[in-house]
Structures are given as structure tokens and as C-alpha cells.
T-cell receptor, first 111, second 116 residues
Framework: GENVEQHPSTLSVQEGDSAVIKCTYS??????FPWYKQELGKRPQLIID???NVGEKKDQRIAVTLNKTAKHFSLHITETQPEDSAVYFC??????????WGAGTKLIIKP | GAGVSQTPSNKVTEKGKYVELRCDPI?????LYWYRQSLGQGPEFLIY????????DSGLPNDRFFAVRPEGSVSTLKIQRTERGDSAVYLC??????????????FGPGTRLTVL
């Protein structure tokens, strides 16, 4: 079955700098890759997603890139702000339509 | 309309007891998912409903766990003979349906289950 690995587990960046979180997946049939943000004690919220027929997608300060050949995808946050502090999860939807999640990255924005 | 809701928000029970967790999906969403999230980990898939039927229950850890969705809307996750290891946040999500590509899942606030 699908396996998703996410790195790093914790990322600390200076406010205003960029943050990059990387994920790899194992199932070459996976075709949908969402990213969720989860603040402490709250529900996961979708922030951006990408389909397998697209290599890059951008929404304001957030972008996601996908490399299907290498089976990895990344989340890029530019001009980070204190409210970006949260746990970020990548996920992949494989051939059996289950969402398989990474272990999460705790993003800390230092003032 | 309103988002996914879950009740109760917190549930404390004793080992061996039976619990029911409820999920109200977004109106019109035919797909419903249950996940379990332990501290510091990503959500772990439990079961997926398409309409009233469980399309995939491969994530249920054992036969103490059962879920129903009798009318294709509200779902109840039932846990019998609870164990301390069942303690986690139980998340419910719903999507428009079909489980197909880019079928975005919207999450409820979760139920924090604590088994003493």
C-alpha cells in the first residue's frame, strides 16, 4: 500500500524567511496530494492541493511542487508570518482512494 | 451550510466501557471518513462510507470498532470494551462523494477520547 514520508519533523524559521516541507510517496498510482494545516487542538484544514497532471500550483504565499518521476512533492511558504506556526501534514490519495498522511511537520516561526 | 460537526467534543470513559462518537457531515456530502489521531502523529484512516455503506473498513484496528451510517448522513463510531490504547482524537471528515480525484475532505473538530 501507499506510504508517505514527511521531512523535517520540526522546522524553525525566522519570520519573513521561507519554509520548505518535503514529502515522498511510494504508490506510483497516487494522483492527488493535499496539504493540511493543523493548529493546536483544532481540526486539519486544507491549505492547498495538487493533482498529478500539474507540476506546480501557487496560492499567494503558498506553493506546492510535484515531481511524479521522483515521487516527491513539497510545500513552500514564503514571507512567513507568526500565524503560519502550526503542524503541516502532506497526504497522498492512492489507487484505493484512501488518503495516506505523512507524520507532520511542526513549523515554528521565530519573531 | 455548516461544516462537519462532531459530538461529544470530549469523552472520558473507563476501561472496558462502550462509547459512541457521532459525526454530522456537511449537508449533501455522500462520502464520510473516520480517522484516529494520536498525539504528534498524522490522522490514521479507519473507515470510509459512500452513502450508507462502508466502502472500505480496512483501517478498523479490530472487531471492537464498528461504524454505521444508516441514512447516509450522520455516522456513529462505536467502540466496545474500550482499552487505554484507544485514547486519541477521533476525526470525522466528509467530501462531496465518489472518493475520486481531488475529492476534498473537510474535517470536523474531533472527539478527544480518554480511556482511564
Amino acid at each position: 500500500g501507499e506510504n508517505v514520508e514527511q521531512h523535517p519533523s520540526t522546522l524553525s524559521v525566522q519570520e519573513g524567511d521561507s519554509a520548505v516541507i518535503k514529502c515522498t510517496y511510494s504508490d506510483s498510482a497516487s494522483n492527488y496530494f493535499p496539504w493540511y494545516k493543523q493548529e493546536l487542538g483544532k481540526r486539519p484544514q486544507l491549505i492547498i492541493d495538487i493533482r498529478s497532471n500539474v507540476g506546480e500550483k501557487k496560492d499567494q504565499r503558498i506553493a506546492v511542487t510535484l515531481n511524479k518521476t521522483a515521487k516527491h512533492f513539497s510545500l513552500h511558504i514564503t514571507e512567513t508570518q507568526p500565524e503560519d506556526s502550526a503542524v503541516y501534514f502532506c497526504a497522498a490519495k492512492g489507487s484505493n482512494y484512501q488518503l495516506i498522511w505523512g507524520a507532520g511537520t511542526k513549523l515554528i516561526i521565530k519573531p | 451550510g455548516a461544516g462537519v460537526s462532531q459530538t461529544p467534543s470530549n469523552k472520558v470513559t473507563e476501561k472496558g466501557k462502550y462509547v459512541e462518537l457521532r459525526c454530522d457531515p456537511i449537508s449533501g456530502h455522500t462520502a464520510l471518513y473516520w480517522y484516529r489521531q494520536s498525539l504528534g502523529q498524522g490522522p490514521e484512516f479507519l473507515i470510509y462510507f459512500q452513502g450508507t455503506g462502508a466502502a472500505d473498513d480496512s483501517g478498523l484496528p479490530n472487531d471492537r470498532f464498528f461504524a454505521v451510517r444508516p441514512e447516509g448522513s450522520v455516522s456513529t463510531l462505536k467502540i466496545q470494551r474500550t482499552e487505554r490504547g484507544d485514547s486519541a482524537v477521533y476525526l470525522c471528515a466528509s467530501s462531496r462523494g465518489g472518493g475520486g480525484l481531488a475529492d476534498t475532505q473537510y474535517f470536523g473538530p474531533g472527539t478527544r477520547l480518554t480511556v482511564l
